[in-house]
């Protein structure tokens, strides 16, 4: 069974420092990896993608993430973060491009102090 | 812009009334899709459909019910609501290359 974990309940960084969200996937076959970003009272936002080719993706908002393959990683990061970057972030794995069922981590809540 | 859109932001119901959630998209999306999300769990999926009439459980669905009569319309049916039932329930929908839209949400409480 697939599955997703970020250790990463709560995360505290302070305004212009960079960021690094983990997430490990368990999955049995090629993943369709996603990283998702909800503010407080909407819903999900897609931030960036991996299917294939190159390792390390761009998404919105200035933010990338790189596949690992040897550490089924899936590595969230931004090299300095805006106080609109607080939010909770998910990270999730899927198949055939993220059209099936997703399975998401349980969040990491991402506080940013001035 | 694809929207999926959820009937309410806020609901509180009774326990053992029964509660219908809406979510309606407008683009064609074959795939929708019911999690629910509470504080430490993350989202976990409830049903989805792959098209009018299809329903799949997904990995919680005890307690719940789905309905797709039509392609753009999916709704989440808690038969008789209880309280360990109270969460954020999102809905969203997929189309092939485009991955998920999700709608912004419905925060029921059962009281």
């Given at each position: 069974?697939?599955?997703?974990?970020?250790?990463?309940?709560?995360?505290?960084?302070?305004?212009?420092?960079?960021?690094?969200?983990?997430?490990?996937?368990?999955?049995?076959?090629?993943?369709?990896?996603?990283?998702?970003?909800?503010?407080?009272?909407?819903?999900?936002q897609l931030l960036l993608k991996y299917f294939s080719g190159d390792t390390l993706v761009q998404?919105?908002?200035?933010?990338?993430?790189?596949?690992?393959?040897?550490?089924?990683?899936?590595?969230?990061?931004?090299?300095?973060?805006?106080?609109?970057?607080?939010?909770?972030?998910?990270?999730?794995?899927?198949?055939?491009?993220?059209?099936?069922?997703?399975?998401?981590?349980?969040?990491?809540?991402?506080?940013?102090?001035? | 812009?694809?929207?999926?859109?959820?009937?309410?932001?806020?609901?509180?119901?009774?326990?053992?009334?029964?509660?219908?959630?809406?979510?309606?998209?407008?683009?064609?999306?074959?795939?929708?899709?019911?999690?629910?999300?509470?504080?430490?769990?993350?989202?976990?999926?409830?049903?989805?459909?792959?098209?009018?009439?299809?329903?799949?459980?997904?990995?919680?669905?005890?307690?719940?019910?789905?309905?797709?009569?039509?392609?753009?319309?999916?709704s989440l049916i808690l038969e008789s609501a209880s309280t360990n039932q109270t969460s954020m329930?999102?809905?969203?929908?997929?189309?092939?290359?485009?991955?998920?839209?999700?709608?912004?949400?419905?925060?029921?409480?059962?009281?």
């Amino acid at each position: 069974a697939q599955s997703v974990t970020q250790p990463d309940i709560h995360i505290t960084v302070s305004e212009g420092a960079s960021l690094e969200l983990r997430c490990n996937y368990s999955y049995g076959a090629t993943p369709y990896l996603f990283w998702y970003v909800q503010s407080p009272g909407q819903g999900l936002q897609l931030l960036l993608k991996y299917f294939s080719g190159d390792t390390l993706v761009q998404g919105i908002k200035g933010f990338e993430a790189e596949f690992k393959r040897s550490q089924s990683s899936f590595n969230l990061r931004k090299p300095s973060v805006h106080w609109s970057d607080a939010a909770e972030y998910f990270c999730a794995v899927g198949s055939n491009f993220g059209n099936e069922k997703l399975t998401f981590g349980t969040g990491t809540r991402l506080t940013i102090i001035p | 812009d694809v929207k999926v859109t959820q009937s309410s932001r806020y609901l509180v119901k009774r326990t053992g009334e029964k509660v219908f959630l809406e979510c309606v998209q407008d683009m064609d999306h074959e795939n929708m899709f019911w999690y629910r999300q509470d504080p430490g769990l993350g989202l976990r999926l409830i049903y989805f459909s792959y098209d009018v009439k299809m329903k799949e459980k997904g990995d919680i669905p005890e307690g719940y019910s789905v309905s797709r009569e039509k392609k753009e319309r999916f709704s989440l049916i808690l038969e008789s609501a209880s309280t360990n039932q109270t969460s954020m329930y999102l809905c969203a929908s997929t189309h092939r290359h485009y991955g998920y839209t999700f709608g912004s949400g419905t925060r029921l409480t059962v009281v």
